[in-house]
């Protein structure tokens, strides 16, 4: 079996349980709806692995149900290779072998015309006031060059500017609150250095970004997963999560999450602000996607007004302008700051000045940029839309900003059809890569950050590689399951 980095010590309540669930199937027998409904929570990731779940006496009180129906129906998941009971433990969700786990890094390419399509890019291109920003850059220089180049914490206009942002989103910033560094993958890696050690637990969103996924494993550390469903993070699950496996970190993207697109509503934000003071548990926000707001009102920093010393903000110049910038930063406290500093001696001494200098004089006319950014992602996101929703019959929502789409495919078979889809001359990342464990194998993440016409022709091709999977109907759905190394129910 494969667990989520081992043994975890976190319960799922039977009413919290039947909230994941939702309505059981009436077709059939009553043990085979509840059993496939547990099998799915668990391969989609709205089920963690490793979560022990309530005994079989208490989810029967809950749903309603006669004590051998869920008894049948936790055998039947043990059968699947989906369920392990032990004696004094309970029943832990698991998945079978032959589901691969995710957690990999994602590696970009290019599109052209005659090669594959490449809808794995999540990185819009340059804006056309790059070429000005430079320009500008390189006047600034001299004013530089006579000193020795390096600037530890980040040159310090861009960090006041950076500070101003900040605090022109509703949370009050000075400069010495922000770290800049080589872009927030760095930032992020920082963040773990300093506060995690092997065998420490880090609570991180399912799905999420991978290569958060695997610097989390890469500092030694367990990743412990809490869903992210249709209606985004499950709070309630994060903080009975936090409660019971006291972490030493919380990372989340509350903003157009990657991959799914779902935001962290105020009510919500606030939430997540109360769970990490209460448990006094380090909450780092990823809000590199945050100015891509395509539908509504850009959010506010999950920080708050009053950023409590357990709330950290990591930013990118990637997404907002162009990612060869390798422009990132923290914003958090000062004491903090300065550890991330030190620690950031030991891997380089500054980010680029000039950069630096660059992303300064972007961040100048930011509203110009996205004035021109934001409508063309519309036109790319309602292209790629469209096109799925005419030629495949999966279930994809509207995602308000980001750049990228979530695909329910109804079946487990993202892994084989990223496989095939190569084939056809389109380049995708199964689901699995964007979880912890080996779940998420009936999502697929879409990105539509290239031009319309080259969205449409890989989502043709898409659907071309689809139809090979002979998909279609129960046999269809059975033989996905068998494909991916489960049983069928």
């Known amino acids: 079996m494969i667990h989520a980095g081992g043994p975890i010590d976190r319960r799922i309540s039977g009413p919290g349980l039947a909230r994941v669930l939702g309505r059981l199937s009436t077709a059939g027998p009553g043990y085979t709806a509840l059993a496939e409904a547990i099998r799915r929570a668990v391969l989609d990731?709205?089920?963690?692995?490793?979560?022990?779940?309530?005994?079989?006496?208490?989810?029967?009180?809950?749903?309603?149900?006669?004590?051998?129906?869920?008894?049948?129906?936790?055998?039947?998941?043990?059968?699947?290779?989906?369920?392990?009971?032990?004696?004094?433990?309970?029943?832990?969700?698991?998945?079978?072998?032959?589901?691969?786990?995710?957690?990999?890094?994602?590696?970009?390419?290019?599109s052209s015309e005659d090669g594959p399509v490449d809808l794995t890019i999540a990185a819009p291109p340059a804006p056309p006031q790059l070429h000005g920003a430079v320009e500008r850059a390189l006047e600034a220089l001299p004013a530089h060059t006579t000193g020795h180049g390096?600037?530890?914490?980040?040159?310090?206009?861009?960090?006041?500017?950076?500070?101003?942002?900040?605090?022109?989103?509703?949370?009050p910033t000075t400069p010495d609150q922000i770290l800049v560094t080589n872009g927030a993958q760095q930032a992020i890696s920082l963040l773990l250095a300093v506060t995690v050690g092997p065998g420490d637990r880090v609570v991180i969103e399912q799905p999420s970004y991978p290569n958060a996924v695997g610097a989390v494993r890469g500092s030694g550390a367990r990743p412990v997963p809490v869903p992210v469903g249709p209606a985004g993070l499950d709070l309630d699950l994060l903080d009975a999560t936090v409660r019971q496996v006291a972490p030493r970190l919380v990372y989340l993207t509350p903003d157009h999450h990657n991959p799914t697109g779902t935001s962290l509503d105020d009510d919500g934000r606030g939430r997540v602000r109360e769970i990490a003071g209460r448990h006094r548990t380090l909450v780092v926000a990823d809000e590199t996607l945050t100015d891509l707001t395509i539908d509504g009102p850009r959010p506010a920093s999950i920080s708050g007004p009053s950023a409590g010393a357990n709330?950290?903000?990591?930013?990118?110049?990637?997404?907002?302008?162009?990612?060869?910038?390798?422009v990132g930063w923290v914003r958090g406290p000062r004491e903090l700051v300065t550890r991330l500093a030190?620690?950031?001696?030991?891997?380089?001494?500054?980010?680029?000045?000039?950069?630096?200098?660059?992303?300064?004089?972007?961040?100048?006319?930011?509203?110009?940029?996205?004035?021109?950014?934001?409508?063309?992602?519309?036109?790319?996101?309602?292209?790629?839309?469209?096109?799925?929703?005419?030629?495949?019959?999966?279930?994809v929502r509207t995602p308000p900003g980001g750049l990228s789409a979530w695909a329910d495919l109804g079946a487990p078979?993202?892994?084989?059809?990223?496989?095939?889809a190569l084939q056809h001359g389109v380049r995708i990342v199964p689901g699995p890569t964007f979880g912890v464990d080996g779940a998420l194998e009936s999502r697929l993440r879409l990105t539509f950050s290239q031009e319309p016409e080259v969205i449409e022709r890989g989502v043709a091709r898409l659907a071309e590689a689809w139809a090979t999977l002979g998909l279609a109907g129960d046999a269809g759905h059975e033989r996905a399951l068998t494909q991916t190394g489960a049983a069928v129910i």
């Open 45 to 110: 990731g709205a089920l963690p692995l490793g979560t022990r779940l309530p005994s079989e006496r208490e989810l029967a009180q809950t749903l309603g149900l006669s004590r051998t129906t869920t008894g049948a129906a936790y055998q039947r998941l043990r059968d699947l290779g989906l369920l392990t009971t032990r004696r004094g433990s309970g029943s832990v969700t698991t998945v079978p072998e032959g589901l691969t786990a995710g957690g990999v890094g994602l590696v970009m390419t290019a």
């Open 150 to 171: 390096y600037t530890h914490q980040g040159l310090p206009a861009l960090r006041t500017r950076i500070a101003e942002r900040y605090t022109a989103r509703g949370t």
């Open 311 to 326: 709330l950290v903000a990591v930013g990118s110049a990637s997404k907002t302008f162009w990612g060869g910038l390798r």
């Open 342 to 395: 030190t620690e950031r001696s030991r891997y380089d001494i500054s980010t680029a000045l000039l950069d630096q200098l660059v992303t300064c004089a972007l961040i100048d006319v930011e509203e110009e940029v996205l004035a021109a950014r934001l409508p063309l992602l519309r036109t790319q996101r309602d292209t790629l839309l469209t096109a799925v929703r005419t030629s495949l019959p999966w279930q």
């Open 413 to 420: 078979v993202s892994s084989a059809l990223a496989a095939v």
